[in-house]
Each structure stands twice: as structure tokens, then as C-alpha cells.
């Protein structure tokens, strides 16, 4: 009984002390860190159901922060040696290498994914899972980097992205990409939905 409870006094303390270091982040650069505390598990979870492990190639995590999506893509099924973490933040890429030393993890800019990317083949992802604040950009800039990120992926391959908005934070091209949504998360504060990006065959 006592183990179990140490247990859990480490994992509260591991994430009171994720939370920290998000409200930090934020407060230094709400830029890119789009939100004050991590995203919560019916939230993660949902993003990572759109991810299809029998895909060839990694998946690929953009602004993973301090990993809680990163979780639920290895629940899902995910290697961690199948998975590439891009992230903004220096203190957060060195979190996540602590946390997941088999997982590839490249500090740079989202915005200049295939600068940053640049030894990443073409067509070559299973799937992009996104946590990037998407509406504190320019449309252009949202809209750039989804055609940068279909440059990596095969047709009918998935770039999931979460918001907290009414709209898609990126508006439908239906003769370049399909757009779905799921319904609200309630449980996620505040409440988000998944939208998940598809490039035409």
C-alpha cells in the first residue's frame, strides 16, 4: 500500500511539475506555447486514435511540449524509435530526451518544416500529430505549414491538429485536402476538438 502511494505522490509531483513548466513557458513566449497547462488524456487520446500504426514511415509530433501527447502515441502503438519529436522550446527538447531516450528529438522552427526537416524523404511519414497554437499565426503562415507538412506525407495520410476553436484553423481547399473534426472534447480544459487534414489523391 505504501509503494502504491509513493507511486502516486511521484506521478503528482511529475506533473504538477509539467505544469509549472508550461505556465513558465507561456509566460516567457505565449507565442509558442499556446496554453497554460498541458493538454489533458481524453484530449491526447483522441488525437492519437487518428494515427494508423500499420502505416510504414514515423510519425511525426510537432510542439510536443512536455510529452503528454507523446504518450498517447506511444499507447497507441508507436515505437518511440518510430516517432520524430519537433519542438520549439529548448527546455522542453531536453525534457523529452530524458523522458524518451530511443525517440528522435530535432529543436527547431514548425515554420520552416522542411528547412528543419531537411534529412526527412518526401511522402515518407505515417502520420503528423500537431500541438502548434495554429491561431496566434497569420493564415498564411497556418496554411504553409500544412502544405509543407503534405510535402512529408503520402496521399490519405493524416496531419491531426487540436484547437479550441469553432473553425478549422485551417479553411477547407477541397480540391487540395480534406478536413475532418471530431466532436468536443468536454473533458479538456478548455474543451478542444481534433481536426484532422488529408492531401487529395
Not at 53 to 60: F, I, K, S
Not at 179 to 191: A, F, Q, T
Request: hydrophobic content about 40%; charged content about 25%.
Amino acid at each position: 500500500m505504501l509503494e502504491v502511494s509513493a507511486r502516486k505522490v511521484k506521478g503528482l509531483s511529475a506533473k504538477l511539475a509539467d505544469e509549472v513548466r508550461f505556465i513558465r513557458s507561456w509566460a516567457e513566449n505565449p507565442l509558442t506555447t499556446g496554453a497554460v497547462s498541458p493538454s489533458g488524456p481524453d484530449l491526447t487520446r483522441r488525437m492519437a486514435a487518428f494515427i494508423e500504426p500499420e502505416r510504414p514511415g514515423p510519425v511525426l509530433e510537432i510542439g510536443p511540449g512536455t510529452g503528454v501527447v507523446t504518450h498517447a502515441i506511444l499507447e497507441r502503438g508507436m515505437l518511440p524509435s518510430r516517432v520524430i519529436a519537433l519542438e520549439y522550446n529548448e527546455s522542453f527538447c531536453a525534457l523529452l530526451r530524458r523522458r524518451y531516450p530511443d525517440m528522435k528529438v530535432v529543436q527547431g522552427d514548425a515554420y520552416k518544416l522542411r528547412e528543419t526537416l531537411a534529412d526527412v524523404p518526401e511522402a515518407s511519414l505515417a502520420s503528423i500529430v500537431s500541438s502548434m497554437p495554429l491561431f496566434s499565426r497569420p493564415k498564411e503562415e497556418r496554411r504553409s505549414l500544412l502544405m509543407q507538412a503534405f510535402e512529408l506525407l503520402p496521399p490519405g495520410a493524416p496531419f491531426i491538429q487540436f484547437s479550441y476553436a469553432l473553425v478549422p484553423p485551417i479553411a477547407p481547399e477541397p480540391e487540395l485536402f480534406s478536413v475532418e473534426r471530431s466532436g468536443w472534447i468536454l473533458k479538456n480544459l478548455p474543451p478542444a476538438r481534433v481536426w484532422v487534414y488529408r492531401k487529395t489523391v
